[in-house]
């Protein structure tokens, strides 16, 4: 037998349909419409306000403040890199397992949000200093 057929996992199973009651309900055209046009809406908003508080920002300052622009060279380059970046990661997943990918994205993420986190109580001006000098003082009104 095949093990496609077989196999619980795919939603192929022998006896016709799901055992333990989970079905998914069907899809509906407005259903769909709804879906799609949320994530049309969810795609242009940011982009809109991002270029409308862009085009703000670039009037109120001169010339020399202006952000640098892309050059004709880089412009060239773009398409070279890319397709190297593509290519490497299509080969980075295919040698290695998901369950290596899972853990070095699962380091990574880690990292990123220890280095976030602590970054954002160092903005904050939160010092474990402050904290302790906060609990030192007594509070007026309640001794």
Excluded: W
């Excluded at 309900?25 to 259903?31: A, C, D, I, Q, V």
């Amino acid at each position: 037998m095949d093990s496609a057929i077989s196999d619980p996992h795919n939603g192929s199973a022998e006896a016709g349909g799901p055992t333990n009651g989970t079905t998914r309900p069907p899809s509906t055209p407005e259903g769909i419409a709804l879906a799609y046009g949320s994530l049309l809406l969810m795609a242009l908003l940011p982009i809109f306000f991002g270029a409308l508080r862009s085009v703000r920002c670039a009037r109120g300052k001169n010339a020399s403040d202006m952000p640098e622009t892309i050059t004709s060279r880089d412009a060239a380059r773009f398409p070279i890199i890319a397709s190297c970046t593509l290519l490497g990661l299509y080969l980075f997943f295919k040698i290695f397992s998901q369950e290596y990918i899972n853990l070095l994205l699962s380091m990574y993420f880690f990292v990123l949000g220890i280095l976030a986190l602590s970054h954002t109580i160092r903005s904050e001006g939160i010092s474990l200093q402050h904290l302790k000098e906060l609990y030192r003082e007594p509070v007026q009104g309640l001794g």
